[in-house]
């Protein structure tokens, strides 16, 4: 991949930060959106977060961060940086729409509930 083509993805996914996402059809909407991102780099995620992956020790940009959500779990993409990931937020208990959001990984509640960070097996 050129610089070029890495910047104007990076744009594409920096302008969804704060819109509505309303993906995921059949799929969760947190886990569609991360098919969404890698999509965008010609790779394929599968459609079920336990088939197909391998657990790394470190956040490496556009790996997939996995988070324990009370009984339930939630994805997201980390961000470049390594430091932050890029998430379609859960909604609310009334199902408001979701909102595509950047969170620091080392904060809480994020920071507490990481189950992991997972490449393509």
């Known amino acids: 991949m050129s610089e070029q083509q890495d910047s104007q993805r990076n744009e594409c996914i920096r302008a969804m930060i704060d819109r509505r ?3 995921g059809g059949e799929v ?12 965008l780099y010609d790779r ?5 977060p336990r088939n197909g992956l391998k657990k790394i020790d470190q956040p490496e940009p556009l790996c997939v961060a996995l988070f324990a959500l009370a009984g339930d779990w939630h994805a997201g993409i980390v961000w ?3 430091l932050h990931f890029i998430h379609a937020a859960p909604t609310d208990e009334r199902g408001v729409a979701r909102y595509v959001r950047k ?8 920071s ?10």
Do not use: H, M, N
């Open 21 to 23: 996402y309303a993906g």
């Open 28 to 39: 969760r909407p947190c886990w569609a959106f991360c098919q969404e991102i890698w999509s």
């Open 44 to 48: 394929v995620l599968p459609d079920d």
């Open 80 to 82: 470049p940086d390594g």
């Open 103 to 110: 969170d620091r990984l080392t904060v809480e509640p994020w």
């Open 112 to 121: 507490r509930i990481i189950k992991g960070y997972y490449v393509l097996a």
